[in-house]
């Protein structure tokens, strides 16, 4: 897994533009939670989906641009939280133990 780290706001930007052309997933990780640790390890043990780019947030050390996806994104805060973007917007979200990268692929592919 090639994660591409998550820092700051211009790359929702580039994100939104870049998922006009291929999708992108943005992987919300809190580096305290075992069920987002479980999440994570989950992801990376499967081969990821075709074509798709992965962002990796550390929503504790980048709290405030992660309130700026949900609010960017309509969605609600969780943690895990996988959210895949097409077209600038969130076509697909999940949370906790319902994050898996078959559903991702499903998810890329149907849309």
């Not at 939670?33 to 798709?52: D, G, Y």
């Not at 780019?53 to 050390?61: E, P, Q, R």
Request: hydrophobic share 30%.
């Amino acid at each position: 897994m090639n994660w591409i780290a998550l820092t700051d706001e211009p790359q929702l930007e580039q994100i939104k533009e870049q998922s006009k052309h291929s999708p992108i997933v943005i992987f919300k990780h809190s580096t305290r939670c075992s069920i987002s640790s479980m999440a994570k390890s989950r992801l990376e043990r499967e081969t990821p989906a075709h074509n798709v780019h992965f962002y990796y947030l550390d929503l504790l050390k980048y709290r405030p641009l992660s309130n700026k996806i949900a609010e960017d994104f309509h969605v609600h805060h969780q943690s895990p939280q996988i959210l895949l973007i097409k077209n600038g917007e969130c076509t697909y979200e999940e949370s906790h133990n319902g994050i898996s990268m078959e559903e991702i692929a499903e998810q890329v592919n149907n849309q």
